[in-house]
């Protein structure tokens, strides 16, 4: 990531994500499933599976990791890594909180 | 002469400034009719453990020997920055300097009936009275709001003898600072004290005709008040800086120094911003003052935040929390949990440096990791010990430890109704195999699924004299299997998915996508009125009510009971597969029709349009009821003996909407020819002239098996309660993901059989069917079609980029 061409994009309410879910927010370069854990933390990534393009934002969020709707991947929502013995990665984005409105640091 | 210096606000952070402070001629004002004490320690005044003059800190001849000119009972109501001088409504006062110190103002709801008399605050030593006056034995309180300070009223109430309930919006205590495990046991702690606590509870009026009398929420719960305290947060008191057009965002605007946007002017406490940052707590405030103080001084100083913890003070309740819990990559987490001991420990680390830390039940180690944060101590070689304090001597969690905390009491074996001291009795009076504590004591001996949880018992008892069979845990986030899970939630009336992951020392922080979803199953089977499910701990199927398709798309299958339609139901399908664009219209296995690939944000207006037809959702993508598939029978067939048709649809219709373990498939044939196919079902009918053979355990998925008779019935009502006796005795007893099959093979049909013979039983079973179903059955549509903007994208940015 390089923090100089970022720009910060608010993209709606904390409160709008259920906690221990995500929402999508679409964007020109795909979809992007922005996560609220249940400590109330966000993160950014990619909407689709490495493995085969499952939308992560529909998978069950525990601690800070998404297991993958489709066929169970599991990944580190710090990272974007596959866990355990799966191999792949997703793009992540930086993400942030401000008096309740959540940011995603986007490169335009 | 001496300068002149005004301070408005005798608080916690003037106080401490005015300590500090030389060489000014000091007037200090205050709102409160009396001078600086100890706002924290309000509480014990509250619940009787202290009096006020206790926590007085500056008294009249503190005052009187610096000669500070103390106007008490005078708020500022103006400042003149022209001509410096402050004014309130008994006259002004001329400063060279100013100290803004104000406070906080609580934040008040402006529900009805919010200034009816009984409403109180808490913040200052009147709202303390008037709670301390209406807290008698007997009497009635609702605090709303559960963080620091409503608890603290709540708990205070409490000790004086009142009946108190806290109303809090979010989904456990203390949110702010605390984890979902901790709150949970900050919970029970506080119930245990007789404090009812409402989580998720929005509070839509207050009642009463000339003082309040009850609190109504959304849900339409009422609690009868004779007191309400709001503590449901609060805001800078920032008015007179506003009114003297001082720079003003959440709070007063300051600087390293303390300085406003007026040289002469400075604000320190709970009313001033700094950094963008506002401040709650005393610690940093009270470096405000020493650094306010040293300016005045005319000394070089500069504030710099520091970081905070937090401690709830009623008495008995161990919690501590300290730094940083808001998002970060690269972030992990240490949970310890000793159920027995009611201990939970958690620490936030991101590299080698802990970030954060929970502790509830021993906050012993509370300073030690507070200072590893505040240090940022590289914590490369105290990680893997660290949870357990600086003084570690090598104490691992025991997988046994929640087994040796049941009390002799908890019910073990649920069939032959045995106890743990039974069981540990037995043990000890010489019955070291299972063989024996079975003949002995009848544990375990029924449908087995407590066998498990029986060998812990004695393995506990025995020490390492006993090793227990090898049966795999649930998953790598506990080491209980699914049966001593299902047994332990009933035993110790666990009633959410936090209760379980900390009494049964849940090793992960929020478990996994496959214990999650097998909680909330158990936990909504066991407890339908008490439990709340959980939708985030569902799998996207069940949560999204459709079933997800390769591509990110959604199924919709409508229920057509027993397999028959209408000409209306058709229309309405037909027109749903046209207005939303539907590219496939396909007739299921299941005698039912599927509109494959519906899009996400779609659901929610198909969904009504069907629901307006009459149509509700058939749960194709449930681990429940699924379809009950007929033949025609006797209504047209020549071979039918009684109305197959008939009773599928009053059997779909009876079993629709309830949860069990995994997916169940019924049918009912008219007739031995078995056109239904009810012999490779769940559970199947097959119509004879005398009545209803019930047959159960069938598979045609992944095996294939032929049903086993269960029992045979002579009529219809008796043929209904059967059925949903035995799919409750499943739904009890099964573990999460088995079919029918899977786990008759288990108990045992013979078992089964015996359970639907004793008639009482059966009839007991029933019952409890019906009520989950007075709480499941309902289309999940009617609700969730409400919100569609949940179903979209939270925001499509604009694609310029893209053009
Ligand atoms: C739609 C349907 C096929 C069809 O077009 O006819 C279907 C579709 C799916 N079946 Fe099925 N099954 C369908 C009837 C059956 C039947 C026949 C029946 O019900 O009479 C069987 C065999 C009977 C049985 O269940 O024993 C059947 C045995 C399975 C199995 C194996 C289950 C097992 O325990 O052995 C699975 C896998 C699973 O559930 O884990 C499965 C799973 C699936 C899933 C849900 C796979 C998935 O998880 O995504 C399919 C969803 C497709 C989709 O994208 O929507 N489907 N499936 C049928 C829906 C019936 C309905 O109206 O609800
Ligand atoms: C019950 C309770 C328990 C708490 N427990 C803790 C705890 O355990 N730990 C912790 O760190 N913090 C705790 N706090 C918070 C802590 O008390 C505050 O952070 C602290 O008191 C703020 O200090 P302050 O000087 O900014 O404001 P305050 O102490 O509120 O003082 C402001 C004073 O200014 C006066 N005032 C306001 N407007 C005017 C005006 N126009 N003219 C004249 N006077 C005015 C007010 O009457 C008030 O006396 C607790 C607070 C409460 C109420
Ligand atoms: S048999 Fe069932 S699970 Fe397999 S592809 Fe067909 S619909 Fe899907
Ligand atoms: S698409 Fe995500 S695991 Fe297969």
Redesign the pocket.
């Known amino acids: 990531m390089n923090a100089v061409t970022e720009t910060w994009v608010e993209v709606g309410a904390l409160c709008d994500i259920p906690r221990q879910g995500a929402r999508v927010v679409k964007t020109a370069a795909g979809c992007i499933a922005v996560f609220r854990t249940d400590a109330d933390e966000v993160f950014a990534l990619n909407d689709r599976c490495p493995h085969k393009g499952g939308p992560l934002s529909e998978g069950i969020v525990h601690g800070t990791s998404v297991t993958c709707p489709l066929h169970a991947w599991v990944f580190d929502l710090n990272s974007g890594m596959a866990q355990g013995a799966d191999v792949g990665h997703v793009a992540t984005y930086p993400a942030r909180i401000e008096a309740g409105r959540v940011y995603l640091g986007l490169r335009p | 002469m001496m300068k002149k210096l005004v301070v ?8 401490r400034m005015l300590e500090h402070l030389t060489g000014w001629n000091v007037t200090l ?4 009719p009396r001078g600086n004490y100890n ?2 320690m ?2 014990p005044v509250l619940s009787g453990e202290k009096t006020y003059e206790e926590i007085i800190t500056h008294d009249a001849d503190w005052y009187a020997a610096r000669g500070i000119d103390c106007r008490f009972g ?4 103006r400042i003149d920055r022209v001509n410096k001088t402050v004014y ?1 409504n008994l006259g002004g006062a001329p400063y060279d300097a100013l100290v803004i ?4 103002a609580p934040f008040i709801i402006p529900v009805p009936g919010h200034q009816l008399p009984g409403v109180v605050t ?3 030593l009147e709202d303390t009275h008037a709670m301390i006056a209406a807290a008698k034995p007997g009497s009635t309180a609702v605090v709303i709001g559960g963080g ?2 409503g608890l ?2 709540a708990a205070g109430m409490a000790a004086r003898g009142a009946e108190v309930t806290v109303i809090h919006l979010m989904g456990h205590l203390m949110e702010r600072q605390l984890d979902p495990s901790a709150g949970y046991l900050l919970q029970k702690d506080l119930e245990r004290r007789g404090i009812r606590i409402h989580c998720k509870g929005a509070t839509k009026a207050i009642l009463g005709k000339d003082r309040v009398e009850a609190v109504l929420l959304e849900d339409g719960t009422v609690y009868p008040a004779d007191l309400v305290c709001m503590a449901v947060g609060i805001r800078p ?1 920032t ?2 800086a506003t009114d003297a057009h001082l720079e003003v965002e959440r709070g007063i605007v300051v600087d390293a120094q303390m300085r406003s946007s007026d040289p002469a002017i400075f604000a ?4 001033v911003q700094f950094d963008k940052q506002l ?5 940093p ?1 009270y470096d405000q003052a020493k650094v306010l103080a040293a300016v005045l001084n005319g000394e070089e100083a500069a504030f710099a935040p520091v970081q ?1 913890a ?2 709830l ?1 009623v008495t008995g309740v161990d919690l501590f929390s300290a730094g940083d819990f808001a998002e970060g990559p690269g972030r992990e987490d240490i949970v310890f949990r000793d159920p027995g001991r009611g201990v939970y420990k958690r620490l936030i680390l991101e590299g080698d440096r802990l970030l954060g830390a929970v502790l509830y039940g021993d906050t012993a180690d509370g300073s030690w990791f507070f200072d590893l944060i505040k240090q940022g101590t590289d914590i490369t070689d105290l990680r893997e010990t660290m949870i357990f304090g600086p003084g570690f001597g090598g104490a691992k969690a025991d997988p046994l430890a929640a087994v040796a905390a049941l009390p002799p009491e908890a019910e073990i074996c649920g069939c032959n109704g045995v106890c743990k001291g039974t069981i540990v009795q037995a043990v000890t009076g010489g019955a070291h195999t299972l063989d024996a504590v079975r003949a002995l004591t009848k544990a375990s001996a029924s449908c087995g699924t407590c066998t498990g949880l029986v060998e812990k018992v004695m393995a506990v008892t025995l020490g390492g004299a006993f090793t227990a069979n090898a049966n795999p845990p649930m998953c790598k986030c506990t080491d209980h299997t699914h049966e001593e899970v299902r047994r332990l939630i009933k035993a110790q009336v666990l009633q959410s998915i936090p209760a379980v992951m900390q009494e049964l020392g849940w090793k992960s922080h929020g478990g996994c996508a496959s214990c999650r979803p097998a909680l909330n199953y158990y936990l909504l089977a066991d407890w339908p009125l008490d439990y709340c499910d959980d939708r985030q701990s569902r799998f996207v199927n069940e949560r999204n009510h459709a079933n997800i398709q390769k591509d990110g798309t959604y199924s919709v299958v409508p229920r057509m009971w027993g397999g028959v339609t209408t000409p209306d139901e058709l229309r309405a399908i037909a027109d749903a597969a046209d207005r939303y664009n539907v590219p496939m219209v396909k007739v299921t296995g299941g005698q039912r029709i599927d509109l494959l690939g519906v899009k996400k944000e779609d659901l929610p207006a198909i969904w009504s349009d069907l629901n307006a037809a009459g149509m509700v959702s058939g749960h194709a993508y449930s681990k429940g009821l699924r379809t009950v598939k007929t033949c025609v029978g006797s209504a047209f067939c020549r071979f039918g003996t009684q109305d197959s048709t008939g009773l599928g649809i009053k059997l779909e219709k009876l079993l629709w909407g309830s949860w069990t373990p995994a997916k169940v498939k019924l049918g009912v044939s008219g007739c031995p020819r078995n056109c239904a196919e009810a012999t490779c079902k769940d559970i199947g009918v097959i119509c004879v002239d005398s009545g209803y053979q019930i047959s159960v355990a069938g598979a045609a998925g992944l095996e294939v098996k032929e049903t086993e008779l269960l029992i045979s019935v002579p009529t219809e009502d008796e043929a209904m309660e059967v059925i949903a006796a035995f799919t409750q005795l499943y739904r009890e007893n099964s573990r999460y993901l088995h079919r029918i099959y899977k786990w008759v093979a288990k108990v045992g049909l013979d078992w089964c059989k015996d359970q639907m013979e004793d008639l009482e039983n059966r009839r007991a079973l029933y019952d409890r069917f019906m009520l989950s179903q007075s709480v499941y059955q309902k289309d999940p549509w009617a609700e969730l079609a409400q919100r569609p903007e949940d179903w979209a994208p939270l925001k499509t940015l604009a694609l310029e980029a893209a053009e």
Do not use: Q
């Open positions: 408005i606000g005798a608080g916690m952070a003037s106080g004002f205050n709102a409160e706002r924290l309000l509480s005078e708020p500022v109501v309130s110190a104000t406070g906080s808490y913040r200052d620091l300070l603290e009223a008191e008015r007179i320190l406490g709970e009313c401040f709650g707590l005393v610690a405030l905070t937090t401690k003070k």
